[in-house]
């Protein structure tokens, strides 16, 4: 039977444009290719801006195929988070030859047809479909290769696929790295089937004929060590198909195009390094959104202060929570994670330092703050940010509990309540991962308990108050137990923070009885277990574990002996933080070493290979800049530091930009910023009617604009309510109802104010409608029934909701 390659190739059509619809050039003439024989007279793009910009996106296509590997691996929540990863870098690649506009502006039906398939890759991993998933990345993946075949021609586009066939058979490695060895197999058994059936097969063939054997030959190989669960095997196998990739490359094209794609290889190998972080278990990413999590109860504390006429302490708890901020390990981590959130909540700090010195507003700016952290949080903690959030529902049950006992309890039914509301928004996916782990635990925790416990606050039921308030607590513990002692203890860490800094609370307001009460208490708690916690800490770091009783005990003693209870937390804290880190590492959830010895191997490679010599010559600022960026990153992976993915994409996307011989083109500088065109587009663009600064007050209900998503993507209103559409995350976005599905009395709503979708579409065209970051779009609901609507610039990518409107 002859391959469909073969089949296509004598009908004189490239297999690309079969799979994928014709590819254009920026003129609109249909790229195509008469035969699979490599040439030596096409190679339109050498060098230049073009060339960088088209290795780059060699890059999305590997690891469009990453989250595939993930998925076969059965990891397809993680998976789905590497589809919306790489969407946000996407959309973040702005400037002239950054991803993103290239390919807008090479190919608008590639862009277009790209978004698409990127957000049904997301969306197919979300529902566990992963054989959909392969084929949207493969959909996804044809539109890439259509702009590149435009932007440089039909065999420097082989010379790419040869190295993407590469990165993609590395996929392997880190299967088996973390032991999926089934998938890794599959993975190879894939790569083998789409390099057969492609035209860059009999061009590498009749090029190279050794590279194209000992490709072949490392595939095979992957498959025989992976089928006999040999890891080490499949490494190896993995190095043998890459280099006959890269050998393959230069064979099939030029030097600076080969070079230029070796360095994306390189690349996308930092982001399986990654990946293979990521699997198995918590990563650092857990250890830092516990750390955010920890500002998110403190931030209440400062605001407790406030209304007890003690702004000066609470603008210097405040100015504490920045300065630990700025030298955390989480402070790097959100930066690269969520650059957004990172500075609304800095900006959101500044705010509410003057709010509680000024006394007022400061209930906005809490709000504004804990926006950015729970975006910090979702962005980092990923699927156990709700065991987060439970630590952060116990840690303010205490605080609801301590004003009570201060004689203040309309303020504990108000805080009661307040986590009810956020419980229902489903703040963090708490909610729904409570429900489906436990409906009992789901019912005692909601229904009995919390419901209970608001009511009794207000009738002032001391009883009530304590069989409910114990209730809560010990559901939500439960809650916790269920997810691992490594994910239980962040939690734990979290409410232990929150409870120590109640006590230096407490001890402000004068009451140093009740202060000294709160770490024996906690301290009863830790020794109880605290689900898995003590054992958890034990296990992990026993100097950091007799630390932590040590410290928590001296919070005690200096509350009772009057002392400076404030800086006895402090202390305590940065043991607690200290401790949640080396419980992640102890878990090896993230795979730490294996992944920094796929770093510490590219950089062994480059140190060998013909590109080193070539970009060393080309810029050696690049040069030293990319190898400084292996080494830290490849240090952070093994646990010697924490220094974010990006940093290495960027230092590699310069390289690239360097050797193609266009690095004043490149869209990121030495230091890692972007291009100014980021913001000259975002300040052409205005809001309009209802498009307001922050969330406003009256505002009944918050849905939170992510990069690629609405937050939650339904929610129940009732006729009347008014919602507050929140930037948080990404690009500018707008919210656009979908006028022919909207209740038959309802008056048409969008932002930015326009009378009909048609309007909408065509004003978000002019730079009109649009929402950005510290911004929310406010509309008020008053017709009942179902109003879908979605976001134009990212409807290809999945971003639509709906808002039920209830009698």
């Not at 390659?5 to 004598?10: E, G, I, M």
């Not at 060895?181 to 083998?192: G, I, L, M, N, S």
């Not at 809560?472 to 203890?489: C, K």
Request: glycine content about 10%.
């Amino acid at each position: 039977m002859q391959h469909r390659r073969d089949v296509l190739a004598s009908l004189g059509v490239a297999l690309s444009t079969a799979l994928a619809g014709c590819s254009e050039d920026t003129d609109g003439e249909t790229v195509s290719e008469s035969s699979d024989e490599a040439t030596e007279t096409d190679q339109t793009g050498s060098s230049g801006p073009e060339l960088a910009a088209s290795a780059q996106l060699n890059v999305y296509r590997a690891r469009l195929f990453d989250a595939v590997a993930l998925g076969r691996a059965g990891q397809t929540a993680a998976g789905a988070s590497i589809a919306e990863s790489i969407f946000q870098r996407f959309e973040n690649a702005t400037g002239e030859y950054g991803a993103h506009e290239t390919l807008e502006r090479t190919s608008e039906s590639a862009y277009e047809g790209f978004e698409s398939a990127l957000g049904e890759l997301r969306s197919t991993l979300e529902d566990g479909d992963t054989d959909a998933a392969a084929e949207a990345a493969t959909t996804a993946s044809d539109q890439l290769q259509i702009a590149q075949q435009a932007l440089v021609g039909n065999d420097a586009t082989r010379a790419l696929d040869a190295l993407l066939l590469g990165s993609r058979a590395a996929n392997a490695r880190v299967l088996g790295e973390a032991g999926h060895f089934e998938a890794a197999a599959t993975v190879a058994a894939e790569t083998t089937e789409r390099f057969e059936d492609t035209l860059v097969h009999g061009a590498l063939e009749n090029a190279d004929e050794g590279a194209y054997e000992d490709f072949e030959s490392g595939l095979a190989s992957i498959q025989r060590a992976a089928s006999e669960e040999d890891s080490e095997g499949v490494t190896d196998a993995v190095a043998a198909a890459q280099s006959a990739a890269v050998a393959g490359a230069y064979a099939l094209g030029t030097e600076s195009i080969a070079g230029t794609g070796h360095l994306a290889a390189m690349q996308a190998q930092g982001y399986d390094a990654a990946a293979l972080a990521g699997l198995g278990g918590p990563s650092d990413g857990l250890a830092h959104a516990t750390t955010l999590t920890t500002y998110r109860a403190r931030i209440r504390d400062a605001a407790w202060l406030a209304d007890a006429d003690e702004g000066s302490t609470a603008g210097t708890v405040v100015g504490n929570v920045f300065a630990d901020f700025e030298g955390a390990r989480a402070h790097e981590a959100l930066e690269e994670a969520d650059h957004e959130a990172y500075e609304g909540f800095e900006s959101g700090l500044e705010s509410l330092q003057s709010a509680v010195e000024n006394g007022e507003g400061v209930d906005d700016a809490v709000a504004t703050v804990d926006e950015h952290l729970r975006t910090g949080v979702a962005t980092l903690a990923g699927d156990h940010a709700p065991v987060l959030q439970a630590g952060f529902f116990r840690a303010r049950l205490a605080d609801a509990r301590e004003r009570y006992e201060r004689g203040e309890p309309s303020v504990a039914a108000s805080i009661s309540q307040e986590l009810f509301e956020r419980f229902e928004a489903d703040e963090l996916g708490f909610h729904e991962t409570l429900e489906e782990t436990s409906e009992d635990l789901y019912h005692r925790f909601e229904e009995e308990h919390l419901a209970g416990l608001i009511e009794a606050y207000e009738n002032d039921d001391s009883e009530a108050i304590t069989t409910h308030h114990e209730g809560a607590l010990d559901a939500l513990l439960a809650f916790e137990a269920t997810t691992g002692d490594s994910v239980a203890s962040a939690a734990e860490t979290a409410y232990f923070v929150a409870r120590g800094f109640d006590s230096a609370t407490v001890a402000t307001l004068g009451d140093s009885e009740r202060a000294a009460t709160i770490p024996r208490d906690a301290f009863e708690h830790f020794e109880s277990g605290a689900a898995g916690y003590h054992e958890a800490l034990e296990h992990a770091d026993h100097e950091t574990y007799e630390t932590f009783e040590s410290d928590l005990g001296a919070i005690r003693s200096t509350a009772e002996s009057g002392g400076d209870v404030r800086s006895a937390v402090q202390t305590f804290v940065g043991t607690a933080i200290d401790g949640v880190y080396a419980i992640v590492g102890a878990a090896g959830g993230s795979n730490g070493a294996a992944a920094g010895a796929i770093v510490q191997d590219v950089y062994a490679t480059f140190e060998e290979a013909r590109v080193h010599e070539t970009l060393e010559e080309a810029d050696h600022e690049a040069y030293e800049g990319f190898e400084a960026a292996l080494e830290a990153y490849a240090g952070g992976l093994d646990g010697e530091g924490d220094v974010p993915v990006g940093r290495l994409a960027d230092a590699t996307l310069r390289a690239q930009f360097a050797v193609a011989g266009a690095l004043d083109d490149a869209p990121v500088s030495q230091d890692g910023e972007g291009s100014a065109e980021t913001a000259e587009t975002e300040s052409s663009l205005e809001g309009g009617p209802n498009v307001v600064d922050g969330v406003p007050d009256d505002a009944d209900h918050v849905v939170s604009m992510k990069a690629v998503a609405f937050e939650p993507a339904e929610v129940t209103v009732s006729v009347g309510d008014t919602v507050a559409f929140e930037h948080v995350a990404g690009e500018a976005h707008n919210v656009v109802a979908r006028e022919e599905e909207l209740p038959a009395d309802a008056s048409y709503w969008a932002s930015g104010g326009f009378d009909s979708e048609t309007a909408a579409v065509e004003g978000w065209d002019d730079g009109n409608g649009a929402v950005q970051s510290g911004q929310s779009y406010v509309h008020t609901f008053e017709t009942a029934g179902e109003h879908p609507y979605y976001c134009v610039p990212h409807e290809m990518a999945g971003m639509e909701g709906t808002v039920v409107v209830e009698e």
